[in-house]
Structures are given as structure tokens and as C-alpha cells.
């Protein structure tokens, strides 16, 4: 193992399958290598109370559905993997590095037990590429100082270099309509709507997105093909007069903003920010306004990715949602914000939560089940993997609205960075979306304080 007419062996750590259960299918016609090491700690973690384990359950599953009733030898030499074409990859399980051979890294820990046995491997197979693919940076560092090459996981990586994700609006300094040589204008019902060639807009456009200029005018994409781009006209006024729960917006980003929060016909919000930049106020306000004043929704559902929490909840008392209150202390902040100028902060908050279906869940809870009418706020969602992102958004039903909220620049699981998180990837999955947008909120609206720490710290 791996047969001697394979030049390149993949071999998968643990962290790869967690990110992304179905990985092994994506190393084309190559050998994909799962340690044995890697299939204990799936084992491990599979039924413990960490936000991985249905992504360890998934992970094994795919494995077993190749190797199946293979025997012990095509499983170590490799059973072959369906695939679209002529050409496909091989899957295979490699046994520990036999004890009685002599080590370069001490046995202790389970990486160092895979690149232990990646190195006996290289020695037994020469003529074979050794490729150790980890997220872990630590471990990638650990192989290429043993010789084993080692590299990182990037199939669901759609971007590089996180400034080219998409703002949400594109700013044009003076007047946009100086830029524009032909429009045409027509009063559709309740609002105004300007067409321009699209070959007149020198940046990359998509719908949903905002056009803003230091004038005053500002406008949302609402269609666009690949001749004609629609822009309706959002007073800028109207815009900075909008509320929600008595909200008010202090920029025109908060504004636009609050503009997709509060429209019916936006599905998913993708609001992104440094910290104090106003996301989870805004989304707040708007969820209770809408679920309160409007009734349209039934409940809010308020969820934050915090590395450990799922595990770590299972040691406090009491219920769910008093577990989970520790960890959506945003939340509860922000409740106490929206309501500091009342004569009772305490008694407004305790009456808010009783008349407002706000419930506090653990991602697994949302991962689980599948909500009617329901908005649902995912706080620090740049900590969430792609796949993971893909599995809680399915869980919205029909009438549903998910708001999602994160900082890249504050990614706390360390087998993510910005370019791999799942906040990025529903950056670029949903940005031609028709029923969804996002916006990245600008300067630190929190303090004067906040604002210098962020950039100065």
C-alpha cells in the first residue's frame, strides 16, 4: 500500500474530513489514504457532545460506502472510487507504523503517529509521492521538517485573497451619474427604477448589491442581465429614517443594511463587519420588529459558532437556553441596548423576552431539525466550515429568513482562516442570488474607543 504503479498518494488527516465529510472524493484519479489513526479519532468523536460529530458520522459512512465488503488486502492496496469518467481515485486504509521500527518523532501523540507511519511508508515505497493533506498548519510544518510533503485543503476555497469578496455596494466618488452616459428612467409601482447598459458599470456587478455616491444617491440592483442592469432608486433620506424596534441607522451602511433585513422578499442576509460595527443590533432590532410589530415570523432562533460550545454546554445546569445564555451574550446585550433609554432597562428585557419567541439553540439542535416562519440569527458564523454553513441553511422552511453575522477577521477555530471559513464561501456561493445580499459594515459605530482599538490594537 499504495499499489506501485500509483505515483501520488493523498493521505487525510482528521481535521480535512471534519471540514468537509466528502473530501476523499475529490482527489480525481489519485490515492487517497485514510490512517488508521484517523479512523479512531472519527470513531472518537462521532458520539461526543463536540459540534463535530455529525460531520465524523457522515465521514465514516462515505468511507464505508467504498470499502464495503472489500478484503484486507484491496483495502490496503486501494478499492476503487466511483467517478464520472474513465479515470478515478483509489481509497485505502493504512495500518500504524509498525512499533518495532524505529521512529523520528516520539509516539505520544496521534499526529506524530501519522507522520511516523507516513515516513516508514515513503521509505517501503519510494517510487510513490507521499502528500499528507492537513489544516493543521502546526502538523503540515511537523511533516516537510521529517521530508514528508504536506499541504492544506482548498476544494471549497473559492477565494485567495478575501478583498475580493464582494462589499455589497460599490461607492463612486462625486456623482455615479457622471459615469453613466445613458439612462432610462420609468415610475413603476411604490418606486422609481433606472436602466443602464451594463457595459456602462466598469465594475463587477451583482444583483442586490447597492450603488452608492457622495451626492446622495443610492440605489439597489433589483435585475440585471447581460445586456441591461435595473437599479431602483432607494432615497437615501428614507433610508436614514427607517426603525426597527425604535432602531435607527447611523450610516448609510447600517441603512442598507437594515434595508435587506427588513425586506419580505430577501431571504438570507450575510452581514459582515468589525467588531462594534452594529450586525447583531441591527439584526436584532429588525428580527424583533418583524416577528413583534409585523408578525411575520413566529420565533427567533438565535445561534452563535463558539469553538467548544457544544461540548461545553453539556456541563452546565439547567436547560438549553440557560446553558446556551453564557455563550449569546451579544444578545442579551444588544436586547439591553435597543432599550437603555427606558425607565426600566431590567423589566423592558424580561418583557421583551416574554412576549418575543426568542430562542437561544445549539447549532447541533438547528442542524437537526427544519423551521417553519422562523428567522434565524447565526451569530460568528466566520467559524463555521462551508459544509457546515450548507447544513444549518437547509434547515430554513418555507417562510423562513437566516440572517448570518461574522467578522473574518475574528475566526477562532484553528483549522479556519478567512479564505477557507464558510462565512467567505456564502459569501461567493450567494452572491448572484435573487432573494439574497449582504453587506459589509464599515467604521466601529460602537465608540470612539472601540474604533481606535480596533485599528490600532
Not at 422562523?374 to 466566520?382: F, P, R, V, Y
Request: proline share 4%; hydrophobic share 40%.
Amino acid at each position: 500500500m499504495p499499489n506501485r504503479r500509483r505515483t501520488k498518494a493523498y493521505v487525510i488527516d482528521t481535521n480535512v474530513l471534519i471540514h468537509d465529510p466528502s473530501a476523499i472524493f475529490n482527489f480525481e484519479e489519485h490515492q487517497v489514504v485514510i490512517p488508521m489513526t484517523v479512523l479512531e479519532e472519527l470513531d472518537h468523536l462521532k458520539l461526543s457532545k463536540s459540534g463535530v460529530s455529525m460531520e465524523c458520522r457522515q465521514a465514516i459512512r462515505n468511507i464505508d460506502k467504498i470499502l464495503g465488503e472489500a478484503s484486507p488486502e484491496e483495502i490496503s492496496d486501494g478499492v476503487a472510487m466511483p467517478a464520472a469518467g474513465e479515470k478515478h481515485g483509489f481509497l485505502s486504509v493504512l495500518m500504524d507504523k509498525p512499533v518495532q521500527q524505529s521512529t523520528v518523532l516520539p509516539n505520544d501523540l496521534n499526529d506524530n503517529k501519522i507522520i511516523n507511519s507516513l515516513i516508514f511508508l515513503q521509505q517501503q515505497r519510494p517510487k510513490t509521492q507521499i502528500v499528507l493533506v492537513t489544516k493543521d498548519i502546526n502538523m503540515r510544518l511537523k511533516a516537510r521538517g521529517c521530508g514528508i510533503a504536506a499541504e492544506d485543503y482548498h476544494n471549497d476555497q473559492l477565494v485567495s485573497d478575501i478583498e475580493s469578496l464582494t462589499k455589497g455596494f460599490h461607492e463612486f466618488k462625486n456623482s455615479f451619474w457622471d459615469t453613466i452616459n445613458k439612462v432610462e428612467t420609468a415610475h413603476e409601482p411604490g418606486r422609481t427604477v433606472h436602466k443602464i447598459a451594463r457595459e456602462e458599470l466598469s465594475k463587477d456587478v451583482f444583483i442586490n448589491q447597492y450603488i452608492i455616491d457622495e451626492q446622495g444617491f443610492v440605489a439597489r440592483i433589483c435585475d440585471m442581465d447581460d445586456k441591461i442592469v435595473t437599479l431602483w432608486d432607494r432615497s437615501r433620506d428614507h433610508l436614514m429614517q427607517q426603525q426597527a424596534w425604535g432602531l435607527t441607522p447611523r450610516d448609510i451602511y447600517q441603512a442598507v443594511a437594515l434595508d435587506l433585513l427588513l425586506d419580505p422578499d430577501i431571504h438570507l442576509v450575510n452581514l459582515t463587519g468589525a467588531a462594534g460595527s452594529g450586525k447583531t443590533i441591527l439584526a436584532l432590532a429588525a428580527a424583533i420588529d418583524m416577528t413583534v410589530s409585523q408578525n411575520r415570523y413566529t420565533r427567533i432562533i438565535a445561534t452563535r459558532s463558539v469553538r467548544g460550545l457544544d461540548e461545553d454546554i453539556g456541563f452546565l445546569p439547567g436547560t438549553e437556553a440557560e446553558k446556551m445564555e453564557p455563550w449569546l451574550g451579544a444578545i442579551t446585550d444588544n436586547l439591553e441596548a435597543l432599550h437603555m433609554e427606558d425607565e426600566s432597562t431590567h423589566g423592558s428585557i424580561d418583557y421583551i423576552l416574554q412576549k418575543v419567541p426568542l430562542h437561544f439553540k445549539s447549532l447541533n439542535y438547528i442542524r437537526g431539525r427544519s423551521f417553519q416562519k422562523s428567522l434565524i440569527i447565526i451569530d460568528e458564523s466566520q467559524n463555521l466550515t462551508p459544509h457546515q454553513m450548507k447544513t444549518i441553511i437547509t434547515r430554513a422552511g418555507a417562510g423562513s429568513k437566516v440572517v448570518c453575522l461574522g467578522n473574518l477577521a475574528q475566526i477562532d477555530t484553528p483549522y479556519l482562516n478567512a479564505t477557507s471559513s464558510g462565512l467567505t464561501y456564502l459569501n461567493e456561493r450567494f452572491k448572484g442570488f435573487s432573494l439574497g445580499g449582504g453587506i459589509e459594515l464599515q467604521g466601529v459605530p460602537r465608540s470612539a474607543l472601540a474604533e481606535y482599538a480596533e485599528t490600532h490594537l
